[in-house]
């Protein structure tokens, strides 16, 4: 795993032209506790695993409110996404008092794609170890926008980041057409469904450790209670877990 000659800072290039500690970002997602989003013509929603360090400390925070129409959900270093998601708040004041209205969901897309590139462009910086997902809506309609420390920001109709996810997506791609034209409720069941894949056979999804943010048409961005999220987990377990021994992967870090 360790490239001492070319991995010394982000600006080295490696004769194979790769940027390793990039890669090393990039993994530090993938060892994140899973995040799914999913949207349908008229809302987004993410929801998000949360993770306690041991059994006396509280679960982390995983979803984000950055304004009235968008929220974000984060797999990787929590730190570094907190100061990612107080960016994009900022970036969306900011926006709302120069123009008096929502950033559109494109735009805030674009300031995170450079601020995320700028990390990995100069010298004494790192990059961000963390992906995110950005759930949003506005004129355009709804968004699942995927973002990673290598500044790879691309729109989606659904997809989901961190440890195991590759189950979580073998779900969604299966599934992809039912979501266009689902309901709010059924959108949450579809991602939650989604979320308990990444998840060891032996664990279950619960109220504690399950984060659900949804926005939409008329609907603005929310994160629900944990009541809330029990009404829904009631309507995930009415659907057998087909379970899958996981491809490869490490444990998923405490983020």
């Known amino acids: 795993m360790f490239r001492n000659q070319y991995d010394s800072d982000v600006t080295v290039w490696s004769p194979q032209g790769r940027l390793h500690q990039v890669e090393y970002a990039v993994e530090a997602m993938k060892q994140g506790s899973a995040t799914v989003g999913v949207k349908s013509d008229t809302h987004a929603v993410i929801v998000a695993l949360k993770r306690a360090q041991n059994e006396l400390s509280s679960h982390q925070k995983k979803v984000y409110e ?108 299966r599934n992809v057409e039912r979501f266009e034209n689902s309901s709010p409720d059924q959108l949450i069941v579809h991602a939650l469904l989604a979320l308990r894949d990444t998840l060891p056979a032996e664990e279950n999804l619960s109220a504690q450790n399950t984060s659900i943010g949804i926005v939409g048409k008329d609907h603005p961005f929310s994160t629900l209670t944990d009541s809330q999220v029990a009404v829904h987990l009631n309507q995930v377990s009415a659907h057998p877990r087909n379970v899958v021994a996981p491809q490869g992967g490490a444990e998923p870090m405490q983020s």
């Open 66 to 173: 950055i304004d009235t129409h968008a929220g974000v959900s984060i797999a990787g270093l929590l730190s570094d996404g907190r100061i990612l998601a107080r960016y994009l708040q900022t970036e969306c004041s900011s926006w709302r008092w120069d123009y008096k209205q929502p950033v559109p969901i494109k735009k805030l897309a674009e300031a995170m794609q450079l601020k995320l590139q700028s990390n990995t462009q100069y010298y004494g910086r790192r990059p961000f170890g963390v992906g995110i997902l950005i759930a949003g809506y506005d004129k355009d309609g709804a968004h699942i926008i995927q973002t990673d420390p290598s500044a790879e920001v691309v729109s989606m109709h659904a997809t989901s980041i961190g440890a195991r996810s590759q189950s979580a997506r073998t779900y969604l791609e």
